[in-house]
């Protein structure tokens, strides 16, 4: 297998790559983002100064991945908090940004009981901002220590189940520093591995219609020097059958209570093509995004998006001429299925790698006591 690497060796830049920052310039607090739409040509930071302009960014992916939506969400609400708009619609409107992915809410959630407590215990609105405020920085810092947990148990795991050597993993859409507090889920375990000198190869997929693999995981492949070989979607397939995959690691933007688990849409063909390869199927993701409210996968809403994201590819240089601002790639008034995420059944996931632990097999029991933890760590 040609094994092109993509080093980047003159690139020497720090490899933690920070999606969104709280700062607090003299005009007042803001929210800065790195617009992933713009990535890997352009690294341009969108500032935030209210909820809206984060809802907007939520629902463009400007900023995206499930624990980093948590972490913006919780920011978004001490935002608005701090600038004196309305906490519990700018929270609404925040939850609502994007469905599939549980720790959104969770995140608002959470920020938005510190400003409620603390506003009924005080009746202090900077008081009841503070709190939402340090609620959202905890959440990002914890969300940061179990990137680095998830990252250890997840190599444990992989050296557990694979031979001796280096491991070939690949992975689906992206799930590195940007959609974490730290170096991310899924992709911070091939971080783990690279670093120890066990990563062969990272197939990354590009995944299809967003490209996020191709745009943000090579990208964060290439920051960390990693050896790393970019496919279609369509190829992962073709790479299974010549026996160049070890393990698939993918992320989660829900896990429901019986184990199904909502990622990217491509992430079920893998898991069905991991089965019949007999290659194991790791799923790694926090603790916070195990649902024990979702019973099973068919109650997860599974988000669908514009049909132009298929019907049409951009990039920023690309000048506006198709319905969404992109050049079309089929015919104009093409309808297109669009699903941003697909779920995987129980039975298809070798193991859920949280910050506490690699949770494989997927039991019955395993997963109750997955979401008890879920609700304690929510409640706290
Ligand atoms: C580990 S969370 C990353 C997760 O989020 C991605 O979805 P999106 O790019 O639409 O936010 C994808 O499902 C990743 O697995």
């Known amino acids: 297998m040609a094994d092109q690497d993509a080093r980047s060796g003159e690139d020497k830049r720090p490899t933690e790559i920070p999606a969104l920052r709280w700062e607090e310039p003299p005009e007042g607090p803001v929210l800065v983002l790195l617009d992933q739409t713009r990535l890997p040509a352009e690294e341009v930071e969108l500032v935030c100064t209210d909820a809206s302009a984060l809802v907007e960014a939520i629902r463009s992916l400007a900023v995206r991945g499930a624990p980093l939506l948590g972490i913006a969400g919780a920011y978004g609400v001490a935002l608005a908090a701090v600038r004196g708009f309305e906490v519990e619609e700018a929270a609404a409107a925040l939850a609502g940004a994007r469905p599939t992915a549980v720790n959104l809410t969770v995140g608002v959630r959470r920020a938005q009981a510190a400003h409620q407590e603390a506003l009924a215990r ?24 179990a990137s680095a947990r998830m990252a250890a148990h997840g ?40 670093r120890s ?36 979607d369509n190829a992962a397939g073709s790479l299974f059958a010549a026996g160049e995959v070890d393990a698939v690691l993918v992320g989660a933007d829900r896990i429901a ?46 988000e669908q998006r514009p049909g132009y994201e298929v019907t049409e590819v951009t990039a920023p240089q690309v000048p506006v001429t198709g319905a969404g601002g992109g050049i079309p790639v089929a015919p104009l008034g093409t309808q297109a299925y669009n699903p941003a995420f697909d779920v995987t059944p129980p039975e298809l996931v070798t193991a859920i790698v949280t ?8 039991t019955a029991a395993a997963l109750a006591e997955l979401c008890a933890r879920s609700r304690q760590v929510t409640i706290s």
């Open 257 to 302: 209570a019986d184990g199904s688990v909502a990622n990217k849409v491509g992430s079920y063909p893998l898991a069905v093509l991991a089965r019949y390869h007999h290659v194991p199927f790791i799923v790694v993701a926090p603790v916070t995004t195990v649902d024990p409210d979702t019973p099973d996968g068919a109650s997860i809403e599974v």
């Open 355 to 362: 910050e506490e632990g690699a949770v494989s097999p997927v």
């Open 197 to 232: 000198g066990r990563l062969r190869r990272l197939w990354v997929d590009e995944t299809r219609p967003l490209l996020q693999g191709a745009r943000l995981t090579a990208y964060e492949a290439a920051r960390n020097d990693m050896a790393y070989t970019l496919l279609t």
């Open 122 to 145: 005080t009746g202090d609105t900077r008081q009841a901002a503070a709190a939402a405020l340090a609620a959202a920085r905890a959440l990002h810092r914890e969300d940061a220590e």
């Open 155 to 194: 190599l444990a795991l992989l050296d557990e189940l694979l031979p001796a050597g280096g491991h070939r993993v690949l992975t689906h859409c992206n799930s590195g520093s940007l959609v974490s507090g730290g170096e991310g889920t899924a992709f911070a375990v091939a971080l783990a591995a690279h």
